[in-house]
Each structure stands twice: as C-alpha cells, then as structure tokens.
C-alpha cells in the first residue's frame, strides 16, 4: 500500500456508512445521517452559515458553494437556522418549526440571483473590429434550475439577415451533385480517404441541420438546407481542404469533422447566418471614392509642348507586337504561299483546337467554320497566392471560374471556333499598313487619345470600332462602328462592348453631323457606321501629323487591328512598366485604381467602352506629365511662353545663347 497523501480527506466516503476501514482514504464527517421516516437531511455548515449545499439525490452533485448576501437579516437567519438545527430551543416541537422557517428564509435568499448574474455579458472583443454578438442571460421559471442560468445566443443580434429583412432571401441555384469528391489535377489523398471524409463530413452536417429542423421557431426556417444544398456544401469545403496545402489535408478535414462533431446547435446557427450573409447584395456606398486630382502646374498647351518627351523610341519594338517597318512584297508572297497550303486550318484562340475555316462561306452547307461549338474560359489561369507556411506553390486557376488549370475544358460556349494573327506579313495580306502621312492642316489637334475595339471574322481578328479623343482636354473627335471585311464569328462583345444590336441600330456616318448624337428608341446613344477599316483608318489620319503624339495603351494591338505606322506614340504600358519587363505589362483597369484611384470597365459582361479607354490613357499620360515636370523643376529647368529651359551651367562663362528644349 502507498502512504496516504491527504488528496481524498474532502471526498465522501462511497461506503458510508458502512465502511469498515479504519484509516479510510476518504471523509467520514462531511455527512450527518438523521433517519426520520426513511428520509436523509443534510445539514448546514457551522463555518459558512450563508451557503448551503445543493440538494442532489446522490453523492455525485454539484459542490461549489456561493456566498450571496452578507448583511444582518442573513446572519440573522443563518444563526437561527443553526442554533434550531443543534437543539438551542428547548421545545423539540418548536425546534422543528423554527428549523424549517428558516431553511426556507435562507432557500429564498440563496436562490435570488444577484445583480451580477442578471446582466448583460459582454463577450470578448473579435479581431478585425467586428461586433461580436451579446449574450443574454434568462432564468428559467423552475426554481430547481434558479442557481443555473441558461445563456442563449441572442441571434437577432447577431444581424440576421432574416430577423428585419423584408424581401425574401434570394434564392441560390444549387446543381444537383453526388456525394463524390470533385476532381483535382493533383489530389492530396487517393479517392478512397477523400470520399470516406467527404461521407464523415456530410454526415455530422446533416446531424446538425436535422436539429434546427426540429426547432419550433419559425424564424430559424431559412437556416435549414435541403439534400443538395448540404451535398453542395459539403463537397466546398472537402474542395477547398484538398486544393489547399498536400501536407496537412486529413489533418485538417478531421479537425473539422470533430469540431462538428462536438458543435453546439447555436454554433451552427451562427455559421449559417453567416453564409447566408455572404449571399445577400452588399451594401452600397454612399458614394463613389473621391478620385485623385491631377496636378502638372502647367496650362494645356504647355502638357502639348510637354508630352513628346515621353514619346517612346522606335528602337526594339519590333520585338514585343510593335509593326515600325512596312512588310515588303517578298515577305507578302511568302506569307501568301503559306496561306494557300494551309487550305484555311487554323488554331482556335480560345481552345487551341484546330480548325477550318472558309471565307465566303462552305459551298455544301454554307457552314463557316468546322469543328462544332467551342468551349473555353474566357479568363487567364492566374496562380493563386501561397499560404504562409507552404513550400510547393498552388496550381493556375482561371479567374472566370476558380477553376484549376486541366481541370475542364471550359465555363463558356460559342457558336464557333475563332482565330488570330499577329504576324506582320500575314495581317498585311488581309489590309496593308500605312503610315501616317504628311499634313498641313491648321485644324489637327495638338495631342490624340486613341482606343480600338476588336472582333473576330474569318480573315482573323478584325477592327470593330474606333475612338479618338482630344489630349488633355479629351474631347471626343471620333467614335465609329466599323464594317470588318471578312465575315463575323464573334463580335468578342465581353470585351470589346460591341453588341449585334449596335450594328442594328447604327447610323451611317456624316461628317458634317458627327458631333450631334443619335438616341434611340430605347434611350441609348446610336453609334455611327462607317463601311470599312479603311475608312476609319481615314478618318483618324485627318487628325494626324507625324509629329502628333498618340496616346494610348499597349497601342500595339490597336495599330495593328487599324494597320497604322506611326512615329510618335505615347503608350501607357511603357510609362508605367511592368517590374518584371516586357512583354508582361498592366492592365489598364488597374493603372487607373492603383496610381489615380478610379474604377474603369466596370459594366461587366456588357464589355469595355473605348471612348472610356482612351480618356483613361489620357489622364495617366497627364499623370506622367506632372511627375516628371516637378522632377525637372527640381533639377532647376524653368518654362515661360510654352517653351521649357534647361538650368544654367555653373561657371564664369555662360554662352550667350539660352538653348531652348
């Protein structure tokens, strides 16, 4: 045997009274037995005479004892109580009744809950500045349950979505699915484990939501989910365990299996309104975000003289999509030989896969192109950013659709396949490049902002509309549909904004009415119509000079598509670089929320509005501008009568002629 420690001398004795140990482990005088009609009191405790024990039917009840209230009356009571439970009455019937009096005098005040134990309680403030919700404390009626409160979650609180809210909650669309991993490229466990945990985890949900079915309160009715949406719900979050990191997955989905599990029914309530808070129309501001001014110091005519500075060389160009020389006619007949062997086979921009494709139309079923529908994702695979703590970086997922690179062929259908060129030779053969030729004009603005849309046709990737506007003013001068040459196979309206129902509602163009707008039936502007690219290409000449500079961005793809030779081009994808070089570049969308605080191409599926565009280019341009001006002006360069100066040489000799920048 050990040597008795003490650890157990305030632990009744479970076989009292009838223990037969004489150094009994245990406490022998916690308990004093008086048998009056088979009945067990216990008594009060001479050294707290405020607490009394709680009464339990075994020996396996609640402990803890709680000082209430510590004045007069109470000691009063106690004293009482204690003196008529050791006999200080000399009446035994008056004892009786005296002891009883004040046992329940002192029940009454033991089970009056405190101030302390009524109020609100305050839960501990949640990261992020979020409200936490409050937590109420409600007594129950039963006095057995008095010393016991019931905390229960005020839901309300919370921001239920369906407490206040008067419309109905928007309905979610849920695809019918089987209780079967979703695949991956690359899974984390094989499909066995994956599907044994996906059945574990659907199961403890289905456990939880079958008990907020049986609730009785009718508010907790949109917390419920029905058989696909738990299947659904259960496959995201098996989905989104496995596409995370390898190392830690059944680490991670057994954690949340056994956090459901043992989850209290309020829990679940609360993630549940937190999902469907996530499905409901955010709010919205109260007003768009103030963007940033744009400060050069300088008058309009003086940004003119300025801008050519930031012209952009000529030199290498070539190299990342920019066409400077004019394809020759040995280099237009090798490409026409390549043409012709290829017999109209081409490679789909969207898909990759190969087809044909037959201008004018085949002759036996007037089809014009083969291989069927095309099934793509229209947005580029972006690589997710790494987890704190992962080594092997994440797979590409398509920005459409979240979708993992080689999972699927695609989100989206097209009636046909569709195809590009950027080769100089071969665009040349569909319309020759022209450079800008030499004007006189006095009418020419001084700077042009220029901005085009494409669609694709079976000659390729096709001219669709063409903006110009004034710099810096931005002043629209130009905005015209265009006819391609080759037949339609998609207008590439997602991005380009050109819509079959503008080429319906479009007007021919006047020039001696361009500047009045055409409104139709519906309220929208009409655009006007011009019958080819080189009409366009026409029009925007009449506002050039060689010397004029032309403001756009990634100009590269806009030159072509109008197969323009231009010398002075300012484009915005070389004023603000890439950090790691050509031929990765910014988008323009994001230039303008990062350097001025605006949101552009924000319609959506509706597409990008070039006129939106060329202004957008224009005002980073002027952006540009300011930044630099202020640089020389550091330096010690001065202006004056929209000529720019440079600062004096140092020395006793200065040259008598000021040169003049």
Known sequence: MFSPLGLFNHTPCPEYPHCSLTPCLFSHDRLTERHNDGVTQRKTSVAHPLVEEEETDGLDGPRKRRRVRGDAQDHHLAEKATNSTFGASSSPLSSQADTESATKALKKQLHELPRTASRTISPPPLRGGAKAPTTKVVSTPDTSQARTPVLQPNVNGLGSPFATRKAPLPKVKVPEESLNPRMLLNPPASHAIRLRLLTMLHEQMTRLNDEVKKSDDASKGPLTLSDSELITQALDEEFQFARGSFAVYQNVITSRIMVLKKMKLTIWEEERLRKIAERLPKATPKGPSSPRPIVTDMTPAEEIAFVPRLAAQQEGLNKHGYVTTIPTETELETARKGVESAQGW???????????????RREEDGALTSGGTCTYHWAKPRRPDMVKGENKSRDLKYACCDETL?????????????????????????????????????????????????????????????????????????????????????????????????????????????QQQVTADDGTTRLRIVDSPFKARELLFKLLRLETPLIGHALENDLNAARILHPTIVDTALLFPHHRGLPLRFGLKMLMKKHLGRDIQMGGDKGHDSKEDARAAGDLVRLRVGEMWRKMRGEGWTKGDGEFYPPLPSGPAVASSTVVW
């Open 346 to 360: 081409e490679q789909c921009d969207r898909c990759s896969t190969r087809f044909q494709v037959f201008p004018g």
């Open 406 to 514: 080689g999972v699927s062929p695609g989100c989206t259908k097209a009636d046909s396949h569709v195809f590009k060129t950027s080769d100089p030779k071969r665009l040349a053969l569909v319309m020759p490049f022209e450079t800008t030729p030499v004007s006189n004009r006095n009418d020419i603005p001084g700077a042009v902002c220029f901005d085009c849309e494409m669609g694709y046709s079976t000659l390729g990737m096709e001219l669709v509309r063409l903006t110009a506007t004034t710099w810096p003013d931005g002043k629209e001068v130009l905005d015209v549909l265009v006819r391609p040459l080759g037949e339609v196979l998609d207008l590439n309206s997602r991005f380009s904004g050109v819509w079959p129902e503008d080429y319906a509602n479009a007007v021919p163009y006047d020039q001696a009415s361009q």
